[in-house]
């Protein structure tokens, strides 16, 4: 299948990119414990703040800390699956490469974590006082 293809319209192409895209969310959601986890954790998320009423703001902070969490573990993904197609054997650069990623991932989930205790902690104290 090429997508460079010139007899293939840029709507087919840009559909076509769009089903590769999918089909990549729908493997690695398949394939990756921690990236079924952060999706279980989103809804948990995305249902807490339904029932507590967050403010429009919030739901801004969120939904880009949920999107940038799953971006980031699906880039996490595919760096893996780069290194283990280049080598099999321990290499001490393959190492650094995934835990780079691994790390990245890390960073981001404790600042979400953060920003998330931060944004409930302000509804929760309100329910408790009001
Ligand atoms: N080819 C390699 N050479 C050296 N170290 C590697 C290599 N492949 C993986 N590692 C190291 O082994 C550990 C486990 O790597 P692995 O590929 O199993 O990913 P993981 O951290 O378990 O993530 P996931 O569970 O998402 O697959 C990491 O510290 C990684 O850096």
């Not at 703001?57 to 969120?62: D, L, R, S, Y």
Request: glycine share 4%.
């Amino acid at each position: 299948m090429d997508l460079k293809d010139p007899q293939i319209s840029e709507w087919k192409r840009f559909y076509r990119s769009f089903c590769f895209a999918w089909s990549g969310i729908i493997h690695t959601f398949k394939t990756e414990r921690n990236f079924q986890i952060h999706v279980f954790i989103s809804i948990v998320t995305l249902i807490v703040g339904y029932f507590v009423h967050f403010t429009k703001f919030e739901w801004i902070v969120i939904l880009f800390l949920i999107g940038g969490m799953l971006a980031l573990e699906l880039i996490n993904t595919a760096l893996e699956h780069v290194v283990d197609l280049i080598t099999s054997e321990f290499k001490p650069l393959a190492k650094a490469a995934k835990d780079a990623a691994a790390g990245a991932v890390f960073v981001y989930a404790i600042l979400s974590v953060i920003i998330g205790i931060i944004i409930l902690s302000n509804h929760i104290s309100f329910e408790l006082f009001k």
